[in-house]
């Protein structure tokens, strides 16, 4: 069998970074819900239709990779 090579920490590409900050930020701040059951800030409101919340994460996942790049 062929071995896949290890991935280091430093091998991350950007949009891997970006994908785990946007989910971190999203579940601990509540950023989006159509219900706000985090703790802290909120974010920009609340979507009141699955539509409006996927357009909050994508917007959010764009900031991310935006200050990933920025590194």
Do not use: W
Request: glycine content about 12%.
């Amino acid at each position: 069998m062929d071995e896949l090579p290890s991935i280091t920490a430093g091998s991350r590409r950007n949009e891997d970074i970006a994908l785990d900050m946007m989910k971190f930020v999203a579940m601990t701040t509540g950023y989006g819900r159509t219900t706000s059951t985090g703790v802290g800030f909120q974010g920009t409101g609340s979507a009141a239709k699955p539509e409006e919340y996927a357009a909050h994460l994508l917007e959010l996942y764009g900031k991310c990779l935006s200050a990933v790049g920025k590194k």
